[in-house]
């Protein structure tokens, strides 16, 4: 079972950024698609980026477009998403997930993180 961690959560300003990363174990990293999920309370897990197994292929979700950005890096087993420009409305948990499908959605994800809580103040 492929193990991830998130880390880089944390309380900023809106117009901040942050940088979040996944850590995975295991050595079939690049062999799956990654995404970031997020969940604010009270409301449903929705996607907000995803990369394909070697970086080629990305998708964001319109609500983050021209501000985040998702990269990975197979050799480190790591997947990032760098937040500029944060909005109060990005306050959520955010995940990442493995899939062997692209773009990744949530009924085809086989691991799941933790999660790390970003906090977006105005």
């Known amino acids: 079972q492929v193990q991830l961690v998130e880390s880089g959560g944390g309380l900023v300003q809106a117009g901040g950024s942050l940088r979040l990363s996944c850590a995975a174990s295991?050595?079939?990293?690049?062999?799956?698609?990654m995404g970031w999920f997020r969940q604010a309370p009270g409301k449903e897990r929705e996607s907000v980026a995803a990369?394909?197994?070697?970086?080629?292929?990305?998708f964001y979700a319109d609500s983050v477009k021209g501000r985040f950005t998702i990269s990975r890096d197979n050799a480190k087993n790591t997947v990032y998403l760098q937040m500029n420009s944060l909005k109060p409305e990005d306050t959520a948990v955010y995940y990442c997930?493995?899939?062997?499908?692209?773009?990744?959605?949530?009924?085809?994800?086989?691991?799941w993180g933790q999660g790390t809580l970003v906090t977006v103040s105005s």
């Open positions: 997930a493995t899939s062997h499908n692209f773009p990744v959605v949530t009924t085809e994800v086989n691991s």
């Open positions: 295991g050595r079939t990293f690049s062999s799956y698609a």
């Open positions: 990369i394909s197994w070697r970086g080629r292929s990305i």
